[in-house]
């Protein structure tokens, strides 16, 4: 499986952006980006996926590099509920519903 | 509430005795997942159903643990004979048999080996 390479943690301030890095520099043409977050005493929830394109829904952004050795996932307007472990997965899209492979992720902490 | 359950949220148990934890997917999800999360890692995969078909299992699931979806609805771990490295979140997750295969977590049951 190919990995991926996250901060261990970061800080911002809320109602500002965040951008969440990831490296993924042995990415293969059929992997995707997968980011999933993990709040305080929950169990991780699906954020954003994307292959190429940049991609946007409402709950983030997920901007991808052109050689795709990299991408980030942008929360354009942080609040204290997006304190989190977030997580960037590789998922190979011909293979169906394989497991979630997860690093160690990186913490985010929203200061008020 | 529709999404994910798990029973119980928490188990004590003293070492060598059995524990058995149970998952309710998502009603319509027919692929249900186990994991394993140890404190300040990621989730680990254990294994997998799809409807009653186990399709996967990790290395890391050991001889003393048994996972099982009878009637492809809920499932349930069994860890036989607990030790203390047994103590961990176990974390089930259950998605659609289609891309992109969104897993939707439970919010988990902590064990702790005394």
């Known amino acids: 499986d190919a990995k991926t390479t996250q901060p261990n943690s970061m800080e911002s301030n809320e109602e500002e952006p965040v951008h969440l890095p990831c490296n993924h520099s042995t990415i293969s043409g059929t992997d995707y980006i997968h980011w999933y977050r993990q709040l305080p005493s929950q169990g991780p929830e699906y954020v954003i996926h994307?292959?190429?394109s940049n991609v946007n829904n409402r709950m983030a952004s997920l901007a991808i590099a052109e050689d795709r050795k990299s991408s980030t996932l942008i929360l354009h307007r942080a609040t204290l509920r997006d304190a989190a472990v977030y997580y960037c997965?590789?998922?190979?899209?011909?293979?169906?519903?394989?497991?979630?492979?997860f690093g160690q992720g990186t913490r985010l902490t929203i200061n008020p | 509430d529709t999404g994910v359950s798990q029973n119980p949220r928490h188990k004590i148990t003293k070492r060598g005795q059995n524990v058995t934890f149970r998952c309710d997917p998502i009603s319509e999800h027919n692929r249900l997942y186990w994991y394993r999360q140890t404190l300040g890692q990621g989730p680990e995969f254990l294994t997998y159903?799809?409807?009653?078909?186990?399709?996967?299992k990790s290395r890391l699931l050991s001889d003393r643990f048994s996972a099982e979806r009878p009637k492809g609805s809920f499932s349930t771990l069994e860890i036989q004979r607990t030790e203390q490295g047994d103590s961990a979140m176990y974390l089930c997750?259950?998605?659609?048999?289609?891309?992109?295969?969104?897993?939707?977590f439970g919010p988990g049951t902590r064990l702790t080996v005394t």
């Open positions: 997750a259950s998605s659609l048999n289609r891309w992109p295969y969104e897993q939707y």
């Open positions: 997965i590789l998922r190979r899209g011909f293979q169906g519903a394989q497991k979630l492979v």
């Open positions: 994307g292959l190429t």
């Open positions: 159903f799809q409807n009653e078909a186990q399709l996967e």
